[in-house]
Nanobody
Framework: QLQLVESGGGLVQPGGSLRLSCTAS????????ISWFRQAPGKEREGVSC????????DYADSVKGRFTISRDNAKNTVHLQMNSLKPEDTAVYYC???????????????WGQGTQVTVST
């Protein structure tokens, strides 16, 4: 059973950066496509970014394009989300999810992390 643990969240000022990590145990991540989602209070969960199992394909929500970068380090069984130029509207709980390769960039996930809080505020 694959288990995912996110880390790297916190409080940051507008314009700042954070790097989220999603580390897997109980299996290897390189088989799976990976997605990052976020959910702000009172809002629906939204997809932020996704990467294919090969790492060759990525996609981003329009709201984060040019500011966020998804990457994977298969040797460390970890996926990262580098977030730059953060805005208050990026405040949310961020989740990573692993899904079978054929469901790349879908809204589903076979395995989910517990989430990490990101707060962008002065």
């Amino acid at each position: 059973q694959l288990q995912l643990v996110e880390s790297g969240g916190g409080l940051v000022q507008p314009g700042g950066s954070l790097r989220l990590s999603c580390t897997a145990s109980g299996g290897t991540l390189d088989y799976y496509a990976i997605s990052w989602f976020r959910q702000a209070p009172g809002k629906e969960r939204e997809g932020v970014s996704c990467m294919s199992s090969s790492g060759k394909s990525t996609d981003y929500a329009d709201s984060v394009k040019g500011r966020f970068t998804i990457s994977r380090d298969n040797a460390k069984n970890t996926v990262h989300l580098q977030m730059n130029s953060l805005k208050p509207e990026d405040t949310a709980v961020y989740y990573c999810a692993a899904v079978r390769p054929q469901y790349y960039c879908s809204k589903s996930g076979d395995y989910w992390g517990q989430g990490t809080q990101v707060t962008v505020s002065t």
